[in-house]
């Protein structure tokens, strides 16, 4: 018999975390065990996850998203689970989720991801996807088909296959956040596995908030979206090639943040400048506290 997981990472968000396990609770198919880890959370989040008794917890200081995801489906794994549910703690799941991505089409071990849809417009996306050939900015895009090859939001309502994490391991914590997933996800894909999104499971989710450009001080989570893009095109298209592809997208990106008509678009082009730096020369150590351009913004705007 298939076994389910839930792994959901929180950090200080414990009234979003409280809506999101209501709905995996609330499952029309049943979930075989939650596992939740706690990012070092200090808003009362682990005072109430003692309360629970139906919820595995680990608490770790805060390693980021990737972190998170690595002890959750390292911990789902080990326990031998068949499949490991997984999403951050501000999601919350349609009644019928889990249900209809197990009765979607088989497809050996893979990966399926719910749709994520947006949680303030429900005929929105949460996540805007770009194909050569497709766009994808509707429930109306997607919502014709059973499966969208190649299409999917980590992590949020990912379904993975025990056998995928056999093949590919964890989540890199080095990565922290943003682009830990897709470089999770590429890991997948390099080795064949299926990822594909199911349009008749549905994941709420806030729409992506950085579509316009992100406020500082905020931008800083930026940084490892550049940072980590040249561990993404190395899965994609080999070490060498990989190399040279992010460092004259990283080249290009850098230049453009200089020449935007944007509000600190000189912190913009240091982080980005810093990012690729660290990227190309393999420094991957950084957390928040020592990105050198956040601390000469904090600096220079007497910020805490």
């Known amino acids: 018999m298939e076994t389910v ?29 939650f596992i939740v880890i706690n ?3 200090t808003d009362g989040t682990t005072e109430w996850l003692a309360t629970q008794p139906d919820l595995q917890v680990t608490n770790q200081a805060n390693l980021g998203g990737a972190g998170g995801f690595a002890t959750g489906i390292d911990t789902a794994h080990k326990a031998g689970f068949t499949w490991l549910w997984c999403m ?35 005929d929105e996306l949460a996540f805007f996807v770009s194909r050569p050939n497709k766009e994808y900015r509707k429930v109306a895009d997607m919502a014709p088909v059973d499966l969208v090859y190649g299409v999917a939001s980590f992590f ?35 080795l064949g596995f299926p990822v594909v999104t ?3 499971s549905v994941f709420y989710h806030p729409p992506s908030f950085d579509r316009d450009g992100i406020p500082w001080p905020a931008a800083w989570k930026q940084y490892y979206a550049v940072r980590n ?18 460092a004259t997208w990283a080249a290009k990106a850098t230049m453009q943040q ?12 240091l982080l980005y400048g810093e990012a690729a730096l660290d990227s190309l020369t393999n420094n991957f150590r950084k957390r928040p506290d020592t990105i050198l351009t956040l601390k000469l913004y904090k600096w220079r705007h007497k910020t805490v």
């Not at 995928?164 to 997948?188: H, S």
């Not at 993404?232 to 040279?244: A, D, S």
């Open 39 to 41: 990012n070092g959370s």
């Open 198 to 200: 199911v349009p008749s």
């Open 5 to 33: 997981a839930a792994v959901v990472v929180t950090y200080n968000r414990l009234n979003d975390l409280k809506k999101c396990l209501d709905t995996l609770r609330q499952q029309t198919r049943k979930l075989d065990a």
């Open 88 to 122: 951050d703690d501000d999601c919350l799941a349609a009644p019928d989720a889990l249900e209809k991505l197990l009765a979607s089409p088989n497809l050996g071990p893979c990966i399926k991801n719910s749709m994520s849809v947006s949680v303030k417009d429900h």
């Open 156 to 190: 949020n309502g990912t379904l993975i296959h025990s056998e995928v994490v056999k093949a590919i391991g964890i989540p890199d914590k080095n990565l922290f956040i943003w682009g830990d997933e897709v470089e999770y996800m590429t890991r997948a894909q390099k």
């Open 258 to 269: 200089a020449l935007a008509k944007r509000a600190n678009r000189l912190y913009n082009f």
């Open 229 to 246: 893009q040249r561990r993404v095109l190395q899965n994609q298209h080999g070490k060498t090639i990989g190399r040279v592809l992010f």
